[in-house]
């Protein structure tokens, strides 16, 4: 069984690494949006409500700081988002025969998500060493894990969508979920405690709660904020096994 | 008779493709569906965010004129990646009509007509979602500026899904334009001016159309220069496509 999964993860990985395009791409694209975003911001002074000692207090952060902070999540998600859903749309085809061939579902499944998980790791390094040039988060390993996390989320997001839906569909919401979420709803400059239930339910709100924590403040006060973020992304590593059971392994 | 039948052949000849290529794109309905969605939620949704962040950088941006980039936005990166997805998922298709006699040129014509319906069936869209928010002051400004910005995004897509083979590389290229054109030159962080800025795709139409969401006079050069980026890019993308389809 580790055998096959390995030969499976080794190629899937391959097809994409051996792409050259992609992989400047995957590199260039981080570089330039938070270099960029960082250089672009004014920095004005900014107070965001965060948890210190378990009371909310106000920590004074530069404009410049916050949007860079809230950059790399969003970098993340996109890329990761659609690499996610683009990994599953270029395998599906091939992934039902060699189901019908008699490789275990399961073994392909855990395959694509290594690959997807494998990227997304690579984009999340990536992204959180080139913010190191302009921001030093107070909390660097959290602050990567956060980051990481929502990395993950939206490509098993992507991942269950392209199981389904044409690449221009889901391109369509991997492009503007990710926008919308993180880079305007949940975007710390608006008051965050009486948000509506639905802004609580995208999978952005929580790892925010986090990312602003491990970013702003020395000591570590949102672990129930990332035990949530670590279940909804495990939800939807389960909405992607679910979708890919259905799609590639279900009754033919 | 023989001269009715021959330009009823004629005319199917010319129908036809651009037939076929409009069914590609709404044969899945949920690229109808999302044709709409999309520009409500970021109009509906992100438009009062986005007028609290310009707020805050005080830029003296509007809710209105945030509400009008969220259409103008949508419109585009929605014709963009039509024209992406065209290019890229009509190989095939586009090869049989070359063997099937069509010039390569004609088969540009074609596509380039779908992405002006479709990037018109966006704008339509988006604008008149847009109306449900605000009475723009001059309509036919306002609609115009967010069709060339719609076209101008749909031949950015056409000449990227000419030039890069894959979908997922070439959907981050597109994606490089649509970061940096809504979250880097964005005018919400204040007067895009650093260096390049200007040769973003929506630089100069997000320029018109916030001058005319709060009628005030604009330069009319700027037209001239999103005239003259719409027809260097169509070109280059008509270039890149008919080689392309040339080759087969």
């Known amino acids: ?3 096959q999964l390995a030969t499976a993860t080794a190629m899937g990985l391959r097809q994409h ?71 599953m749309i270029v395998s599906r085809e091939g992934d039902r025969r060699l189901v019908r061939a008699g490789f275990p579902a399961l073994n392909l499944l855990l395959a694509r998500l290594v690959v997807i998980a494998g990227l997304s790791l690579a984009i999340t390094a990536v992204s959180v060493l080139v913010t190191l040039v302009d921001f030093r988060p107070e909390q660097l390993g959290l602050f990567f894990l956060v980051n990481l996390v929502s990395a993950l989320q939206y490509a098993f997001l992507g991942a269950a969508v392209g199981m389904f839906l044409s690449p221009m569909s889901g391109t369509y919401l991997m492009f503007f979920a990710p926008m919308i979420d993180i880079g305007l709803i949940q975007n710390p400059m608006f008051p965050r405690e009486s948000v509506d239930w639905w802004v609580r339910l995208l999978p952005g709100y929580r790892p925010m709660d986090v990312l602003l924590d491990v970013s702003f403040t020395p000591s570590f006060d949102e672990l129930s904020a990332l035990l949530v973020s670590l279940l909804y992304l495990a939800a939807l590593a389960a909405l992607g096994l679910l979708a890919f059971r259905r799609a590639i392994a279900g009754p033919r | 008779m023989a001269g009715v039948s021959v330009s009823a052949e004629r005319a199917v000849r010319w129908t036809a493709p651009l037939a076929m290529f409009v069914r590609e794109y709404y044969r899945t309905t949920l690229n109808l569906v999302l044709l709409v969605v999309i520009p409500a939620l970021v109009i509906f949704a992100v438009s009062d ?18 509400e009008s980039m969220g259409a103008l936005w949508a419109a585009a990166f929605l014709t963009g990646m039509m024209g992406f997805f065209m290019i890229t998922g009509a190989r095939g298709a586009d090869r049989r009509l070359v063997r099937a006699g069509y010039r390569p040129l004609q088969i540009v014509v074609f596509r380039f007509a779908v992405i002006a319906i479709f990037g018109g069936l966006a704008t339509a869209a988006s604008y008149l979602l847009l109306l449900t928010r605000l009475t723009p002051i001059d309509h036919v400004q306002m609609l115009l500026v967010m069709y060339l910005a719609a076209l101008l ?39 895009p001016t650093g260096v390049g800025l200007n040769l973003l795709p929506t630089f100069y139409p997000t320029k018109v159309l916030l001058y005319v969401t709060a009628g005030q006079p604009h ?28 080759r087969g």
């Open chain 1, 1 to 3: 069984m580790f055998a």
């Open chain 2, 49 to 66: 965010s986005l007028g609290r962040i310009s707020q805050v950088f005080a830029t003296g941006l509007t809710t209105d004129m945030a």
């Open chain 1, 17 to 87: 690494l051996r792409n050259a395009l992609f992989v400047v791409l995957l590199v260039g694209l981080p570089v330039a949006f938070i270099t960029l975003s960082f250089a672009r911001t004014p920095d004005v002074p900014f107070a965001i409500t965060v948890h210190e000692g378990g009371a909310a207090v106000s920590a004074p952060v530069g404009m410049r700081d916050l949007h860079g902070a809230i950059m790399v999540p969003m970098t993340v998600s996109f890329l990761a988002g659609i690499l996610g859903m683009f990994v």
């Open chain 2, 153 to 191: 995004y749909g031949a950015l897509g056409v000449l990227i899904g000419s030039l890069v083979p894959g979908e997922l590389e070439g959907s981050f290229a597109l994606l490089f334009f649509f970061v940096m054109d809504a979250f880097i030159a964005s005018p919400l962080f204040g007067d």
């Open chain 2, 219 to 246: 330069d009319s050069v700027h037209w001239l220069y999103i005239g003259a980026y719409a027809a260097v890019v169509g070109t280059l993308a008509a270039i890149a496509f008919h080689r392309a389809a040339a």
